[in-house]
């Protein structure tokens, strides 16, 4: 009769080689998801940033009175506040052109704002609104 194996405590080399492609197979595939994720939290944090300045920038347009709007250049940091050219992140160029057309008669006028910027990586981002000369 022969004497009983002695029992094996661990794993052999094919068992942890097996266990690491198994991992690395769902862990890949997680790390690319999370990769996308943080660029989509990103790029939608960029969107609501400019959509907010947007809406400042648009609403201090609509306080002015109906003639004097004008092409106007805004430097801007992270927070939105107007800094010295060449130390903005965003820089938003706000273009007023009058609409034409049967039904316009010089009484509408298109804003637009534009984003540039190191903050917008190579991107931009475009809002535009029409306002109408409210005054008799």
């Known amino acids: 009769m022969k004497p009983p194996s002695p029992r094996k405590n661990g794993f052999t080399l094919v068992e942890v ?7 690395s197979f769902t862990l890949v595939p997680l790390l690319v998801l999370i990769s996308q994720a943080f660029n989509s939290m ?7 940033r400019c959509s907010v300045l947007a ?3 648009i609403a201090d347009a609509q306080m002015k009175p109906f003639s004097s709007l004008a092409d106007t250049s ?3 940091d992270l927070e939105g506040r107007q800094v010295p050219k060449g130390k903005e992140v965003l820089n938003a160029e706000m273009k007023v052109e009058n609409v ?3 039904l316009a008669s010089g009484q509408l006028r298109r804003v637009r704002v534009k984003f540039t910027g190191a903050a917008l990586g190579q991107g931009s981002r ?5 306002l109408s000369n409210t005054a008799p």
């Open 55 to 57: 809406q400042r920038i």
């Open 42 to 48: 990103q790029a939608s944090n960029e969107e609501v």
């Open 126 to 130: 475009t809002y535009s609104i029409t």
């Open 100 to 102: 034409t057309g049967l």
């Open 17 to 23: 080689a097996i266990a690491l492609g198994v991992v």
């Open 74 to 76: 805004y430097f801007l």
